[in-house]
């Protein structure tokens, strides 16, 4: 399965509502993940099951679906929140592939 | 708390081994499924290997099947993941990280801090 985001890159300033789509070449059910990886650190886990927020996470990130398209959502862009976003799809048994990646900066 | 702690990279020649290890604390290891992720310098995340909590059912990528396994030592806490016949575009950051507690689909939860395999000659 393969997934495809857009965009690769983004700017936009802080407060702005932010939106990055990831689209799957298959059906993956509700099993897609999405990560934040800020430049030296390890991913961490935002949201699971399309929609569920991790523990901790801020409620400005938000996840929904349509057909095998996925969206995060940043409602207020933070300084905080510059990193490369991620999906990962788990349908089924491995492999669970990434998608490729959008980097977010602040304009 | 959860730790998760990678050690065991370094710079390897050509068709060379190595073997990374996960030492865990924090959580039930026997019962957590367990994956490496890889990462390529200035490049995205590249799923490698996943593990079930008991061993018994292992997962590896097209790109590393044949070549690397991976195995864990319940009694230790600890996950492994043997490397033969390396290539150069094996370069990367490796990352150990714990199948959610929710569920094996839910992602993974927490991640190691990674360690830096470097192969060339």
């Known amino acids: 399965i393969q997934l495809t985001q857009s965009p690769s890159s983004l700017s936009a300033s802080v407060g702005d509502r932010v939106t990055i789509t990831c689209r799957a070449s298959?059906?993956?059910?509700?099993?897609l993940a999405w990560y934040q990886q800020k430049p030296g650190r390890a991913p961490k886990l935002l949201i699971y099951a399309v929609s569920t927020l991790q523990s901790g996470v801020p409620s400005r990130f938000a996840g929904s679906e349509s057909g095998t398209d996925f969206t995060l959502t940043i409602s207020s862009l933070q300084p905080e929140d510059i990193a490369t976003y991620y999906c990962?799809?788990?349908?089924?048994?491995?492999?669970?592939?990434f998608g490729q990646g959008t980097k977010v900066e602040i304009k | 708390e959860v730790q998760l702690l990678d050690s065991g990279g370094g710079l390897v020649q050509p068709g060379g081994s190595l073997r990374l290890s996960c030492a865990v604390s924090?959580?039930?290891?026997?019962?957590?499924?367990m994956s490496w992720v890889r990462q390529a310098p200035g490049k995205g995340l590249e799923w490698v290997s996943t593990?079930?909590?008991?061993?018994?059912?292992?997962y590896h990528a097209d790109s590393v099947k044949g070549r690397f396994t991976i195995s864990r030592d319940n009694s230790r806490n600890t996950l492994y993941m043997q490397m033969t016949s390396l290539r150069a575009d094996d370069t990367a950051v490796y990352y150990c990280?714990?199948?959610?507690?929710?569920?094996?689909?839910?992602?993974?939860?927490?991640w190691g801090q990674g360690t830096l395999v470097t192969v060339s000659s």
């Open positions: 593990i079930s909590g008991n061993g018994g059912h292992t």
């Open positions: 924090g959580f039930t290891f026997s019962t957590s499924g």
């Open positions: 990962q799809q788990l349908n089924g048994y491995p492999p669970w592939t």
């Open positions: 298959q059906v993956v059910s509700s099993y």
């Open positions: 990280a714990k199948v959610h507690a929710s569920g094996w689909y839910d992602g993974f939860d927490f």
